[in-house]
């Protein structure tokens, strides 16, 4: 289990996200061995976060779930984000909120499951990209995303 206690930042082109990596890419380069997406924010969209895993060794294929903010948004108060990850079973939750559907080995990915090896945590902003477009006229620099804490537990 791993949470994090952020505060998010918002606006056109930004992207902050929670995320983790294979420490050794034991099935291959990316996405191969895997990375789970614990939370990604479009920064146009502050109230919506998101939870994905990417994986498969004979193309990028990917599950991801989406989280709706009741009311407000993102950057407006801190929020836990979390994930429970086990060998067999990955779920997401915001503020002790589970959803999407869990992501298990035998249900999802019988045969291209990634993550029953070591990842490391990865915190960033990006400016740009793909998912959130570039930043404009709107987006108001500088932007920060604020971190309560990084708790990581772990089974005996």
């Known amino acids: 289990r791993i949470d994090v206690r952020a505060r998010l930042p918002k606006g056109q082109g930004l992207w902050p996200a929670i995320w983790?990596?294979?420490t050794d890419n034991a099935y291959?380069?990316?996405p191969t061995s895997g990375e789970i997406d614990i939370m990604e924010l479009v920064g146009n969209q502050p109230n919506k976060v998101l939870g994905t895993i990417h994986f498969g060794h004979d193309y990028h294929r990917f599950v991801s779930a989406e989280y709706y903010l009741p009311e407000g948004d993102f950057s407006q108060d801190f929020h836990?984000?979390?994930?429970?990850?086990s060998e067999d079973c990955i779920q997401f939750l915001v503020d002790g909120i589970a959803y999407g559907e869990p992501n298990t080995r035998s249900t999802t990915l019988p045969t291209t499951w990634p993550f029953d090896q070591p990842f490391h945590l990865l915190l960033n902003?990006?400016?740009g990209g793909?998912?959130?477009g570039n930043p404009d006229a709107s987006t108001v620099f500088p932007q920060?995303?604020?971190?309560?804490?990084v708790r990581v537990y772990q089974e005996k």
Not at 80 to 85: R, S, Y
Not at 144 to 149: G, I, L
């Open 130 to 132: 793909n998912l959130p």
């Open 80 to 85: 836990d984000f979390t994930v429970l990850w």
């Open 28 to 30: 291959g380069s990316w």
């Open 125 to 127: 902003i990006a400016v």
């Open 20 to 22: 983790m990596l294979p």
């Open 144 to 149: 920060v995303m604020e971190v309560d804490y």
